[in-house]
């Protein structure tokens, strides 16, 4: 995905800073994997573009739903870093002895949200009053797998409380990660959908009409880790995401990032 000119320009600003603060650039450049969770996309190009742009090292980032992702690590997947969109698979990973020890922190923060296909939607009032099964009709709610990808697990746990979920469950149309379910709704395949606050923001065929209030859904974390047996430029590149200019890359596409 290409990363966005106004974006791409600081990540290159960005770089001269990042530069500045680790000298010791290797002569040799290294490939870095990184996997991460698939609502990262954009802010990724730019952090990708930034370290690279810095270190002179080649970094490949595979993106999918957290669940896949951690599934193919632990069945011995070549990633050096993972960054999750939540806890849970991380944890996973950890128990497994799959990440390498002290290297966990948790790094970002985001929101979830209802949209609806195209721009300009009415906003709504999300709570048990929405009666959202009537609004789908005959159409579907797209959301990532419930029961695995944490945008899905998110979605699922807040229409249960908000006694929804018993409504929408035979219209739900359950897609692989939480990008696919926002295609869903931007083609108008399907009307409403739920996804992470920065996925909405970054498609302009859908409107986020409305904010899950916090308190229907375990706290939507994002940790990172490296994988054990990395080698090479891991803790730099974890290092980097920490720093002044990856933060700008995720403020930028609505992540509020972990304070320190």
Same mark, same amino acid.
């Given at each position: ?25 290797? @002569? ?12 990262? =996309?954009? !802010? ?71 949209? @609806? ?69 931007? =083609? ?9 606050? =920065?996925?909405?923001? @970054?498609?302009?065929?859908? =409107? ?16 990172? !880790?490296?994988? !054990?047996? !990395? ?24 992540? @509020?990032?972990?304070?320190?």
């Amino acid at each position: 995905m290409p990363v966005r000119p106004a974006l791409a320009a600081a990540a290159a600003a960005a770089a001269v800073l990042f530069a500045a603060a680790f000298p010791a650039t290797p @002569a040799k450049a290294e490939r870095l994997t990184v996997f991460a969770a698939a609502s990262l =996309t954009d !802010a990724m190009a730019a952090v990708e573009a930034g370290f690279e742009a810095a270190t002179g090292h080649e970094v490949a980032v595979s993106l999918a739903g957290s669940s896949a992702l951690a599934r193919q690590i632990e069945a011995g997947a070549p990633a050096d870093v993972f960054i999750s969109a939540n806890p849970g698979w991380m944890d996973e990973l950890e128990a497994a002895g799959r990440l390498a020890p002290g290297t966990r922190v948790d790094l970002l923060r985001n929101a979830l949200v209802l949209i @609806a296909h195209g721009p300009g939607a009415a906003p709504v009032e999300i709570g048990p009053g929405l009666d959202l099964a009537a609004r789908l009709g005959e159409g579907r709610l797209a959301m990532a797998l419930v029961e695995a990808v944490p945008a899905g697990i998110y979605g699922k746990a807040a229409l249960e409380r908000l006694g929804l979920w018993e409504d929408v469950a035979p219209r739900v149309a359950q897609a692989d990660n939480v990008r696919a379910a926002l295609a869903l709704v931007a =083609t108008g395949a399907a009307p409403y959908g739920i996804v992470y606050a =920065t996925d909405a923001r @970054a498609e302009d065929d859908v =409107t986020a009409i409305g904010t899950f209030p916090a308190e229907t859904h375990p706290p939507i974390l994002y940790p990172a !880790a490296a994988i !054990a047996g !990395a080698e090479g430029p891991a803790a730099a590149f974890l290092d980097y995401l920490a720093g002044p200019e990856a933060r700008a890359a995720f403020e930028a596409e609505g992540f @509020a990032v972990v304070a320190d």
